[in-house]
């Protein structure tokens, strides 16, 4: 090597070594739930991207819907000394030992479409999310616009028991339609967020309402159990969308064939793309220390049939659903 060739190798050396940390530097653990809905795997290839575009390295534990494996997946992270965790936590509560301990190995924590129980707030650094009340009023607001004198009985298609986004999401369509005394949720079960519980629990209102006469409209906390909804209902001869009217939220592509078919009504949209937002946030708070907001917030689209159902489909069909 010439000296001229070595000067400019070591030059190039220090001021790599002078430059500020940044995101092409970091590696970050996240702890997903697992894949229980086309959204959920979604999140984790549009993840994948995000961190692939800020040349982040990535490493993804699948919880498989346990929080033991979460926290299992968490405490590996934090002996791998990772520079950030993200965590989509499948409970709200009993994380706060295991955040702790990430707190005391200065290692930030990042939330990811779902929140904690407000005592571990000071634990993570920020989270990122969307209003999952506010996406429950909306579903709620939709049917009583598109129902509106007619007497109405909803079936109810809860997410997980103990997910901080099933008791938004139902919080929030109940507080909407409690305006409305021609609205009556009937029926409420979980249906855990996946198409087969959800198929399986709509089996059961409709034997239970009549073979379905005696419903008006389902109200399901995510598509995914809507899509099993929606198949329940077929098999019974009724007709979604028609007979019963659909409404449910994430937006993934399943739905929008759904209602090109007619056989749902309304989604309620929540992005896939959380880690973007999050893997910016850690790295301006490794570079310079800036602290983020608290809440991170997503933005939520009432989407119809009335609003190019197949342009929809064909945008989202690539992301990973």
């Not at 990042?110 to 909306?138: C, M």
Request: overall charge neutral; glycine content about 8%; hydrophobic content about 45%.
């Amino acid at each position: 090597m010439t000296f001229k060739a070595l000067f400019a190798a070591s030059a190039t050396a220090a001021l790599l070594l002078a430059l500020p940390a940044n995101a092409a530097e970091l590696t970050v653990g996240f702890s997903q739930i697992g894949s229980e809905s086309g959204w959920r795997a979604a999140e984790t290839s549009v993840s994948k991207q995000e961190a692939t575009k800020r040349k982040v390295n990535l490493k993804i534990a699948d919880a498989q819907q346990k929080q033991e494996n979460q926290i299992k997946a968490i405490r590996s992270f934090i002996a791998q000394n990772v520079d950030a965790i993200f965590l989509a936590p499948v409970v709200s509560t009993g994380w706060d030992s295991v955040l702790k301990e990430a707190k005391e190995a200065k290692i930030p924590v990042v939330l990811l479409d779902r929140d904690i129980d407000p005592s571990g707030k000071d634990l993570y650094l920020t989270a990122v999310t969307s209003d999952s009340v506010h996406e429950g009023a909306v579903a709620g607001e939709w049917l009583a616009k598109t129902v509106g004198d007619k007497a109405c009985n909803v079936v109810e298609l809860q997410g997980t028991v103990g997910a901080s986004v099933a008791a938004n999401r139902k919080k929030g369509f109940d507080t909407a339609i409690a305006k409305h005394a021609n609205l009556k949720v009937v029926r409420s079960q979980t249906g855990d967020f996946t198409r087969a519980k959800g198929k399986e629990v709509m089996e059961s209102f409709i034997k239970a309402e009549g073979g379905g006469k005696n419903i008006c409209a389902v109200y399901a906390h995510n598509d995914d159990m809507m899509v099993g909804a929606i198949q329940a209902m077929k098999e019974a001869g009724l007709k979604p969308g028609k007979d019963i009217l659909t409404v449910s939220i994430d937006a993934v592509p399943d739905i929008f064939k759904a209602m090109v078919a007619g056989e749902a009504n309304a989604t309620v949209e929540l992005t896939p793309n959380m880690a973007g937002p999050a893997f910016d946030a850690v790295a301006a708070f490794k570079e310079k220390g800036t602290v983020p907001p608290k809440w991170i917030q997503t933005e939520s689209r009432l989407l119809t049939a009335a609003d190019d159902p197949q342009k929809e489909y064909d945008s989202k069909k690539g992301l990973g659903y």
